[in-house]
């Protein structure tokens, strides 16, 4: 391979490098996708999990699992239910350990 040829393979392989190391999207990869919903009905939550900011997403998101396999929702860690849901996964939480 000739000068010329080694140059070009070496400015491919350094400027991918580069761009392996930009993030993709602006905000990450998060699971919910806009505001959330403000509230879901208390009877129908199975479950809720608590997703902590990290490097893939940058904001806390609460997604609540619904009874009889209804989904998943994505509910707004802002809203007043969010944060009473919040508070008692933590309390459930530090109980365990």
């Known amino acids: 391979m000739n000068v ?37 009905k208390v009877a129908d939550i199975e479950k809720a999990s608590i997703i902590y900011p990290s490097n893939s997403c940058d904001k806390i998101e609460l997604i609540i699992t619904l009874k009889a396999h209804k989904g998943k929702r994505c509910l707004n860690p802002t809203s007043k239910q969010a944060g009473l849901i919040i508070k008692q996964v933590e309390r459930k939480n530090s109980l365990k350990h």
């Open 4 to 40: 010329k040829g080694m140059a070009i393979v070496l400015a491919v392989i350094f400027s991918a490098t580069i761009v392996q190391g930009f993030p993709m999207f602006k905000r990450g990869r998060c699971l919910c996708i806009g505001p959330g919903l403000k509230a879901v």
